[in-house]
């Protein structure tokens, strides 16, 4: 199962939805999506929101056995 903490990261950082979303370049129901596990980004998207929540990609997403 994916895992994403990018929900704890965004809040972490004081960052609405709707600011993440305009630096990642996507829409805030996408990251509303991503933090209610509804939708898996592609790798750019992944690695986007890394960069821009200045996080390694393997702390903000990871795989845990179900």
Do not use: C, H
Not at 14 to 30: C, D, K, M
Not at 40 to 64: C, I
């Amino acid at each position: 199962m994916l895992v994403n903490r990018v929900k704890d990261f965004r809040k972490g950082g004081g960052l609405t939805q709707e600011e993440l979303a305009n630096r990642a370049g996507v829409s805030r129901q996408t990251i509303i999506s991503i933090e209610k596990y509804k939708y898996k980004p592609s790798m750019e998207l992944g690695l986007k929101l890394a960069m821009e929540l200045k996080v390694q990609v393997g702390a903000l997403f990871f795989l845990v056995d179900q």
